[in-house]
């Protein structure tokens, strides 16, 4: 079964780093794509960005780009979303996702969510 | 940035209705048009993608159509589980932006 864990929500107060975690499991990591995408409480969805854990290959939305880094480590299948600075701005649900070997494949496969709150 | 228009935002059906939504991009995007159903709380789940092919294990009542900047999604007959909030997003060029959301709703 193809899966995809995320690491548990997060309390941070502004200003502060964050790195949070998507381990997958049940298939090739290597060969698929993984991206985030933003949710605020209550909106719709952003596309933030993504990875190919192959090579570390990493796409942004610019409206992303700088404020946030997409990373994975193959060696442990685990795919990230780091910030150097939060904001309160940043409060929201991050979900990852799994793309296909190809860019324009679809996101079939969702982590459950990671609920961030930054406190100003 | 491709900019992807959903509507309704919001549409009240009844069980057993035949459901439309709509999502028109700002450019051509082909066909690369996906489409998910999101429950409150939980994440979304992938129903269509290139626009008209059927995920795996999503029921027959939902289906995709359009090309190039109009796209439908339609639910043949809603049932109670379909009552959730929908989204399209183009896979055209990057950004790969999402539709603001369709709810539907009793």
């Known amino acids: 079964e193809v899966l995809l864990v995320q690491s548990g929500a997060e309390v941070r107060e502004s200003g502060e780093s964050l790195k949070i975690s998507c381990k997958a499991s049940?298939?090739?990591?290597?060969?698929?794509?993984i991206g985030w995408v933003r949710q605020v409480p209550g909106k719709g969805l952003e596309w933030m960005g993504i990875?190919?854990?192959?090579?570390?290959?990493?796409r942004y939305n610019p409206s992303f780009q700088g404020q946030v880094t997409i990373s994975a480590d193959k060696s442990i299948t685990t795919a990230y979303l780091q910030w150097n600075s939060l904001r309160a701005s940043d409060t929201a649900i991050y979900f990852c996702?799994?793309?296909?070997?190809?860019?324009?494949?679809?996101?079939?496969?969702w982590g459950q969510g990671t609920m961030v709150i930054v406190s100003s | 940035d491709i900019q992807m228009t959903q509507s309704p935002s919001t549409l009240s059906a009844s069980v057993g209705d035949r459901v439309t939504i709509t999502c028109r991009a700002s450019?051509?995007?082909?066909?690369?048009l996906a489409w998910y159903q999101q429950k409150p709380g939980k994440a979304p789940k992938l129903l269509i993608y290139k626009a008209s092919t059927l995920q795996s294990g999503v029921p027959s009542r939902f289906s995709g159509s359009g090309s190039g900047t109009e796209f439908t999604l339609t639910i043949s007959s809603l049932q109670p589980d379909d009552f959730a909030t929908y989204y399209c997003q183009h896979f055209n060029s990057y950004p790969w932006t999402f539709g603001q959301g369709t709810k539907v709703e009793i």
């Open positions: 049940g298939y090739d990591f290597t060969t698929y794509w």
């Open positions: 450019q051509n995007v082909r066909s690369w």
């Open positions: 996702a799994r793309n296909g070997p190809i860019l324009a494949d679809p996101l079939d496969v």
């Open positions: 990875v190919y854990p192959g090579d570390s290959d990493t």
